[in-house]
């Protein structure tokens, strides 16, 4: 297994997993007084917590893979993994710049802006520390960094021109800005799993492909016509309500999560039938999934699905809602011209004026 794939591995699953949903639909009073514990936890757990920077030891005993550096007239040590080693500084690897594969994880770390000086960085694992921030000078080679649970809050300053897979899971994330597209030209897989967000406004990357906002808290399907090049999306375990939102530009959407969201009407989905390659869509888990019209309303509303949920559509299904499809235009086309022929009588009527009074 390469450095990225193991860096990324068990982070792009499909989110159909977790049928059970053990761990779903707890109060929300709940969730903030167990979060108030957590942090208060987490503060107590730091003034414990001893000094204890990285030394010249542990880095000799933690780098590997011998590579020739840039100028091609030397070799080094490109490799470094120093995870789960309570390390709370790293101020050491400034002068470590060969450097291209760093695995910081399970520390206990706040700061990491020392990184900044390897600029032959390739990929990053920082998962598991204490950083508030993912902020990092433009790092000119950087294609693959991962940030994810830490006490993260903004995702200003990730601007690296060759990163391509972000993951910022489960941290403290209210709003997205800062992402600028004309630098994230490269960036295809965007993970925001277990944040704040209330909105997936504020993702303005037009070169996005993967986009995982699962478990958030999120009401609002916004700013979607930025999003031109996305494939696949996830939104399992948010509050969505309403289905507005999806613009007709998104022409290479095909993949749309929404598993336990609070959709009730299985008209909604007919919302989403601007998107013209829209094949596979997951509801389960919603209160409209429990109506006994639920797949084939769904379908008379999207007629490009193919699968609903875990079920491909059959031949059945799909001649069927053609049928329904049809009944309901021309039904609605009728409605429409008697509306028109009734309005017409009466414009008619209004047009002649009052009859004048017969003579006595």
Same mark, same amino acid.
């Given at each position: ?50 000094? +204890?920077? %990285? ?24 490799? %470094? ?25 399970? +520390? ?6 020392? %990184? ?143 598993? +336990? ?46 699968? %609903? ?52």
């Amino acid at each position: 297994m390469s450095d990225e794939e193991a860096l990324v591995s068990g982070e792009g699953e499909e989110e159909e997993q977790n049928p059970t949903g053990e761990d779903e639909g707890e109060d929300e009073d709940e969730d903030l007084l167990h979060g108030d514990e957590e942090e208060h936890a987490e503060a107590e757990e730091e003034e414990k917590a001893p000094p +204890n920077p %990285l030394t010249e030891d542990i880095v000799a005993e933690s780098l590997s893979l011998l590579c020739k550096t840039g100028d091609g007239l030397a070799h080094a040590y490109v490799r %470094l993994d120093i995870h789960e080693r309570d390390i709370t500084d790293i101020e050491i690897l400034q002068s470590f710049i060969h450097l291209r594969y760093v695995d910081i994880s399970k +520390n206990a770390l706040k700061d990491i802006s020392a %990184l900044s000086a390897l600029t032959h960085m390739l990929t990053l694992k920082a998962d598991e520390n204490l950083l508030t921030s993912a902020k990092l000078d433009e790092m000119p080679f950087l294609q693959v960094a991962s940030f994810s649970h830490n006490r993260i809050t903004t995702t200003e300053g990730i601007n690296h021109p060759l990163l391509e897979h972000l993951n910022l899971n489960d941290n403290r994330i209210k709003e997205v800005s800062g992402l600028d597209g004309t630098k994230l030209t490269r960036l295809h897989t965007l993970e925001l799993r277990g944040n704040k967000l209330e909105t997936t406004d504020g993702i303005y990357l037009p070169c996005i492909k993967n986009l995982f906002l699962a478990a958030n808290v999120i009401r609002r399907i916004e700013g979607m016509s930025r999003l031109t090049g996305l494939t696949t999306l996830h939104l399992r375990d948010n509050q969505i309500e309403n289905l507005e939102g999806f613009s007709d530009v998104q022409k290479a959407l095909q993949y749309i999560n929404l598993r +336990n969201n609070l959709v009730t009407s299985v008209k909604e989905p007919a919302k989403m039938k601007v998107l013209p390659m829209l094949r596979a869509l997951v509801l389960s888990g919603n209160p409209c999934a429990e109506q006994d019209d639920y797949r084939l309303e769904t379908l008379i509303g999207i007629r490009t699905l193919e699968r %609903l949920d875990k079920d491909e559509y059959t031949d059945e299904e799909r001649t069927e809602a053609e049928e329904i499809a049809e009944q309901r235009r021309i039904e609605e086309e009728e409605r429409a011209n008697e509306a028109e022929a009734e309005g017409g009588t009466a414009s008619d009527a209004e047009e002649s004026g009052p009859t004048a009074p017969e003579d006595q």
